[in-house]
């Protein structure tokens, strides 16, 4: 039994947002949708919206204005490849969406991720302390992860902290 669910509050976009998430990921799916009664305001609106994100039960809910996100709290997305950041990235850039450092980003609904390829925690892990290093260095001079710049930095072939 999964004992802790991510529970994102919305204005009103609980829906919207969930329909983004769930197109974006494999193995995502919308589970459930709670919609408001028929008499009340905003009747027929959802106002919880149950998904699965990789195996995991997610939930999101319209509470109305005034509980906004922040970049207190994040979502790391561990990427396999270069595209995969790629395609991630600008899905969450995109319409409304920014850019912040260091492989974090904040979507159109202001939900912060990072988007982060799997390379680099083993870089960060890397048994000489040079090249751990050097890799740290790189990623914190970048906006979005670039792995063939890391491997660069770490190998010390440019990039933040290298001589060449």
């Given at each position: 039994m999964?004992?802790?669910?991510?529970?994102?509050?919305?204005?009103?976009?609980?829906?919207?947002?969930?329909?983004?998430?769930?197109?974006?990921?494999?193995?995502?799916?919308?589970?459930s949708?709670?919609?408001?009664?028929?008499?009340?305001?905003?009747?027929?609106?959802?106002?919880v919206?149950?998904f699965?994100?990789?195996?995991?039960?997610?939930?999101?809910?319209?509470?109305?204005?005034?509980?906004?996100?922040?970049?207190?709290?994040?979502?790391?997305?561990?990427?396999d490849?270069?595209d995969?950041?790629?395609?991630?990235?600008?899905?969450?850039t995109?319409?409304?969406?920014?850019?912040?450092?260091?492989?974090?980003?904040t979507?159109?609904?202001?939900?912060?991720w990072?988007?982060t390829?799997?390379?680099?925690?083993?870089?960060?892990?890397?048994?000489?302390?040079?090249?751990?290093?050097?890799?740290?260095?790189?990623?914190?001079?970048?906006v979005?992860?670039?792995?063939?710049?890391?491997e660069?930095?770490?190998?010390?072939?440019?990039?933040?902290?290298?001589?060449?």
């Open positions: 999964q004992r802790i669910v991510p529970f994102l509050w919305f204005d009103d976009q609980a829906e919207e947002a969930v329909t983004f998430y769930t197109g974006l990921f494999p193995d995502a799916r919308i589970d949708i709670g919609r408001r009664p028929d008499g009340t305001p905003d009747a027929g609106k959802a106002l919206v149950e699965t994100l990789f195996g995991q039960r997610w939930r999101a809910m319209n509470c109305g204005p005034g509980h906004p996100h922040s970049d207190a709290i994040s979502f790391q997305v561990d990427c490849t270069q995969e950041v790629d395609r991630l990235w600008d899905a969450f995109s319409d409304g969406g920014h850019e912040v450092a260091c492989g974090w980003c979507d159109r609904w202001g939900v912060a990072q988007v390829p799997v390379r680099l925690a083993e870089l960060l892990a890397d048994p000489v302390p040079e090249r751990r290093t050097r890799a740290m260095l790189a990623m914190q001079d970048m979005k992860l670039d792995i063939a710049a890391l660069a930095a770490a190998d010390g072939r440019g990039g933040a902290g290298t001589a060449g």
